[in-house]
């Protein structure tokens, strides 16, 4: 999991950039399926991205973990991110 953290982080860095500071809308938009879609419907979503198998390998791996998530956690990690694209948006 903490692979998957990094690059997931990376991400968010390259969106909350100071060339521009307001976060993708397709980043938040996956950010929020990643919590609340099902694997298979997750999977489907970030096809449009034409990842290669790797990446997403790795960003299913990454759905794996936050669907083991304790319902608590899920949320104080759900909270934590939205605080992050507040900040970049602000």
Same mark, same amino acid.
């Given at each position: $999991?903490?692979?998957?953290? *990094?690059?997931?982080? #990376?991400? =968010?860095? /390259?969106?909350? %950039?100071?060339? =521009?500071?307001?976060?993708?809308?397709? =980043? #938040?938009?996956? $950010?929020?399926? @990643?919590? =609340?879609?099902?694997?298979? +419907?997750?999977?489907? %979503? @970030?096809?449009?991205? +034409?990842?290669?198998?790797?990446? #997403? /390998?790795?960003? $299913?791996?990454? &759905?794996?973990?936050?669907?083991?998530?304790?319902?608590?956690?899920?949320? &104080?990690?759900?909270?934590?991110?939205? +605080?992050? #694209? *507040?900040?970049? +948006?602000?």
């Amino acid at each position: $999991m903490k692979l998957s953290l *990094a690059v997931l982080l #990376v991400t =968010l860095a /390259f969106g909350c %950039s100071e060339a =521009l500071p307001q976060v993708c809308p397709a =980043l #938040v938009t996956d $950010m929020v399926k @990643i919590f =609340l879609e099902t694997a298979n +419907n997750f999977h489907t %979503s @970030i096809q449009k991205y +034409n990842a290669p198998p790797e990446a #997403v /390998f790795a960003a $299913m791996q990454f &759905k794996g973990c936050i669907d083991n998530l304790t319902p608590e956690s899920r949320v &104080k990690y759900q909270n934590f991110w939205s +605080n992050v #694209v *507040a900040k970049c +948006n602000s």
